[in-house]
């Protein structure tokens, strides 16, 4: 039981909370007695989910309207949270989005998104809550990576690029904060039935190809739950596609080669 008494009004941040691992990370640290802070675009979604949350757990949950590409006024609102909040405890870097498109066919406008989103609004995030972390002496910041960024794939280029540098900031950071007693954990995850697939892969065909392989995102709330306030370094799942991504840093060509068809299903 003093396990499951480890969250209790801690106050944590979630990006993109209004649905899929998000929500679902919401809920869990809410049933753990932690007081998640829910941001992403959508206030109906947000309200449903601060309603159900403090009804059910009796537990503060506040939430902010925000559109992370805005630079300034996600900077403001990260302040503004922890204005509100007198502390923060994690940081979690949800908020993502993957548009499956050939280099020579993609818009600027897209591969622009995907680097504002994925990396600046991460980045910004820590830039604003990290000091706030050195001061009080702990804190955990836990990106949300991918293993497109272990792992990358056609249709995928600028999509697995923002995921490298995902893991790549991750990385330094965890170094650079060692003796500061906050912890940095990437999460690096293969595909999960959310609504990610919809901007990513609309007409549904890499979906067909891989569902059997999809992750719940309710289990991968769990593993990250589960993990918060612990020296995690990474979480990845499914476990064979992380055996996988150490073949491939050992044999690159040979394992392109041999999974050309498969890494070709996103065509």
């Given at each position: ?26 809920t869990r640290v809410a049933a753990r007695g932690a007081n ?65 498109e050939y280099v020579n066919e993609a818009s600027w406008e ?158």
């Amino acid at each position: 039981m003093i396990f499951l008494k480890e969250l209790h009004n801690k106050n944590i941040i979630i990006t993109g909370a209004s649905s899929g691992i998000g929500e679902k990370i919401a809920t869990r640290v809410a049933a753990r007695g932690a007081n998640p802070i829910l941001v992403a675009r959508s206030e109906t979604k947000l309200e449903q989910l601060q309603t159900e949350l403090t009804r059910k757990f009796a537990v503060e949950c506040r939430y902010y309207v925000a559109d992370l590409v805005d630079v300034e006024s996600w900077k403001t609102t990260l302040q503004q949270i922890i204005a509100d909040a007198g502390k923060v405890d994690a940081l979690i870097n949800n908020a993502g989005v993957g548009i499956f498109e050939y280099v020579n066919e993609a818009s600027w406008e897209s591969t622009d998104r995907m680097f504002q989103l994925n990396v600046m609004a991460l980045i910004q995030a820590v830039y604003q809550v990290l000091p706030h972390f050195i001061e009080q002496g702990h804190g955990h910041i836990v990106n949300i990576a991918s293993m497109a960024g272990k792992i990358a794939t056609p249709k995928a280029a600028v999509y697995s690029s923002t995921k490298h540098a995902v893991l790549g900031f991750s990385n330094a950071l965890r170094l650079e904060t060692a003796a500061t007693g906050v912890y940095v954990t990437t999460v690096n995850l293969g595909p999960v039935k959310t609504n990610f697939f919809t901007t990513a892969d609309p007409e549904g065909t890499y979906q067909q190809s891989v569902q059997r392989y999809m992750l719940d995102p309710d289990q991968v709330a769990k593993k990250v739950v589960n993990s918060l306030f612990t020296k995690k370094r990474e979480i990845n799942m499914p476990g064979w596609m992380d055996a996988g991504s150490k073949v491939y840093s050992l044999f690159p060509h040979l394992f392109e080669r041999l999974l050309k068809n498969q890494f070709n299903k996103k065509g």
